[in-house]
Structure formats: C-alpha cells, structure tokens
C-alpha cells in the first residue's frame, strides 16, 4: 500500500509539471509525449510518468494517434469551433441563472460584477489582459453555484489556454475584449438578459474567429 500511495504522489507531480509545460507552450502543441525520455528527464519510471500521460489525455490536453502515440493537443477547425460553441452554451446558461436567480436576491455576487464593470471600463493593457480575461470568466461561471458545470468549464478552459496567449497579442484585440466584456457586465447588471446574451455570443464568436485565423492554417 506505501508504495502504491508513491507512486500515486510522483504520477500527481508528474501530471502537475506535465500541464504546466503544455499551458505555458514550453511542450508546443503537437509535441510528442515519449515516456522513456520523460522518465529520464523526471528521474521517475515510466509507470507514474504513464499514469500522469493518462489523466492529461482525460483532460484533453493531450490526445493518441495511429502511429505517432501520445502528442499535446494540437487543436484543428472543428476543435476550436466546437471548444467556443460549449463556451457560448454554457456561459449562456450562466447569464440565465445568474440574472434569473442569484443577482436579484445576491448583493454579494451584485457587487463581484459591479467590479468585474469597474475593471473592464477602464483601459487594459496587454500585459495583465490574459489573466484579467480569465478571471472574468472563470468567476462568472463560478457565481451560477453548479460544481460539475465548472469543472466541465475548466477543462475547455485549458484546452483554449493552448491557443488563446497567441489569439490576445494585439492591443486593438485586448480593447476590443474589454469593450465586450463591460457590456456583459452591463446586461447582467440591468438583469437584461437578452442584452447580456447578445454581449457574450459577440465575445465568443470573435474570440473563435481570432482563433482560427491563427491557429489554423
């Protein structure tokens, strides 16, 4: 049992060093996973460093083909219309619960929204707009109170952190996302919900299309 608990910590910090490397680029997309080498290059065996290949596999960020074995998601057309297309459903769903439910009887989350305004009313640089744009999002989705539909969130989440740092390198790109992302918050604010629906579907789709002109050849 001590040595199966081991194992289960080094396939844990593998799985850990592995995402950060995909999420930061130091693994590019398309990168091949060879496991030998890995091992090698961890000082683990193979087997915690399969283990952590798996659950990466789990969450999309890693996929199998024929021949090639393991490689970091490389997203292709249909991925990434497919990854906005749950977003807009999803963060839809959100605006639904938020203005139907939480806002009007919530002055706490009332007033998380007040500041997400506050921010995104303000001019963004690009140096802080990645994070900040996360943020936003994550903490909307995080105030409809749904666990399972969060968790579903982070992982498209992270397969778009794959593409997005490139998508969100033009300043006129960053103000324009501000822009949208203040009337969000307006529609929410207001309890306007076809007015907020409108906003995010506007923010999805262009964050789709910037996407595809530059990740898909």
């Known amino acids: 049992m001590e040595i199966k ?3 289960d910590k080094l396939s844990d910090k593998a799985y850990e060093i592995l995402k950060e490397k995909i999420l930061t680029k130091q ?3 398309g990168t091949r996973l060879v496991d030998a080498q890995l091992a090698k290059q961890f000082g683990i065996s193979r087997t915690p460093l399969r283990d952590a290949i798996r659950m990466l596999s789990e969450d999309g960020l890693v996929t199998k083909s024929a021949g090639q074995g393991f490689c ?8 990434i219309c497919e990854i906005f297309e749950i977003r807009l459903m999803m963060e839809s769903a959100v605006a639904g619960k938020l203005i139907g439910e939480i806002l009007p009887n ?14 995104f009313s303000k001019e963004t640089t690009e140096g802080n707009f990645v994070d900040a744009d996360e943020y936003f999002h994550d903490k909307l989705v995080s105030l409809a109170g749904n666990a399972r539909l969060y968790a579903s969130y982070e992982e498209i989440r992270d397969q778009t952190r794959i593409f997005r740092r490139r998508c969100l390198a033009e300043q006129d790109r960053v103000a324009k996302a501000g822009r949208q992302h203040a009337r969000i918050c307006e529609g929410l604010l207001e309890l306007d919900l076809a007015a907020t629906v409108r906003a995010i579907s506007d923010h999805i789709y262009q964050c789709r299309d910037d996407a595809l002109r530059d990740v898909v050849q």
């Not at 970091?72 to 991925?79: A, C, G, L, Q, Y």
């Not at 919530?106 to 921010?119: D, F, G, P, S, T």
């Open 5 to 7: 608990l081991q194992v």
């Open 106 to 119: 919530n002055k706490e989350a009332y007033a998380v929204i007040q500041r997400l305004y506050q921010q």
């Open 27 to 29: 693994l590019p997309p």
């Open 72 to 79: 970091v998601f490389r997203p292709t057309k249909t991925d």
